[in-house]
């Protein structure tokens, strides 16, 4: 299968020097980050600390919460700055793909969840629609589970079903980036598990950027971790470095679990 990024020498994702507020109050300060092509990179660090925020800096998604803005800085996609003027949102969205805390399948079929995507972008043609669904089942996981199932209502499905159809449905449209903000935390251990193991699957397809608040999860499904304390981003490099030799202090003591 074709990868849905060009493997390149380009980061994916280039954040330069950006500032971001929520009206007068500045949430990150000089976030500098590289994401590399078809790899898994997890924002970690206390509540509070502007993961989330940082997150959706990358698909625009704050642009919805009202005074909210990036001041200073600037975060391209694939070496095009988002903020560009000829930036159209709903591609951007499609380039740079978002799974939540809380699942959100829509009140529709399981194939209508997963083609819901492809609509919004005008495809009508079944066969196409049909391989689309397929593929991005496949790709969660779950086309064996639900191949018998597609014209079922999406709630019916277990929370971790849901979680990974959500999955399906983001992926469906091929994004290059897939974000995820903590897409475990509502799930029992086993269905933690196969989002776990799907993640390594997916970042063969894409490119991932989680957020975790669990440190065991970090290491076992991200490449590289990047630290944020306070809105700033402390230390980023290769999960295994971070975890086993942090360069700063402050990383050291949260991953201890001595931070005061
Ligand atoms: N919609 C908002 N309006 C105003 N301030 C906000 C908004 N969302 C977040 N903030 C503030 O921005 C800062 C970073 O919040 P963010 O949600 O990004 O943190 P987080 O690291 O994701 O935390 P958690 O681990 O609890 O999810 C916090 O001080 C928070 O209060
Ligand atoms: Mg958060």
Redesign the pocket.
């Known amino acids: 299968m074709t990868p849905a990024s060009d493997p390149s020498p380009t980061p994916v994702v280039q954040v330069r020097g950006m500032d971001f507020c ?2 007068a ?1 500045t ?1 990150l300060f000089d976030i500098n980050l590289q994401v590399e092509y078809h790899r898994v990179t997890a924002l970690i ?1 206390p ?8 997150l959706r800096c990358i698909n625009r998604m704050n642009d919805r ?1 009202s005074g ?1 803005r990036v001041t200073k800085g600037e975060v391209l996609v694939k070496g095009k700055n988002i903020h560009d003027d000829d930036v159209d949102l709903t591609q951007l969205r499609k380039q740079v793909g978002m799974v939540f805390q809380k699942s959100n399948p829509f009140p529709k079929s399981i194939y209508e969840n997963v083609a819901y995507g492809l609509r919004v972008h005008g495809v009508k043609a079944k066969d196409i629609l049909d391989e689309a669904v397929e593929r991005g089942l496949r790709s969660a996981a779950l086309w064996d589970e639900l191949k018998d199932r597609l014209n079922q209502n999406a709630l019916g499905l277990s929370g971790g079903q849901q979680q990974r159809l959500c999955i399906a449905r983001a992926i469906a449209t091929r994004p290059d980036v897939l974000l995820m903000d ?1 897409p475990c935390s509502a799930l029992d251990p086993i269905a933690t598990l196969k989002i776990e193991e799907l993640m390594h699957q997916l970042a063969r397809e894409f490119t991932v950027i989680i ?1 975790t ?1 669990n440190m065991q999860q970090a290491v076992r499904v991200s490449d590289f971790t990047a630290f ?1 304390h306070l ?1 700033k981003l402390i230390e980023f490099g290769e999960t295994e470095e971070i975890f086993s030799n942090p360069r700063e202090k402050l990383t050291e003591s949260y991953l201890r679990g001595t931070f005061s």
């Open positions: 929520y009206g109050s949430a660090g509540s509070g600390c502007g993961k989330s925020t940082l919460v909210a903590e957020v608040h944020l809105g």
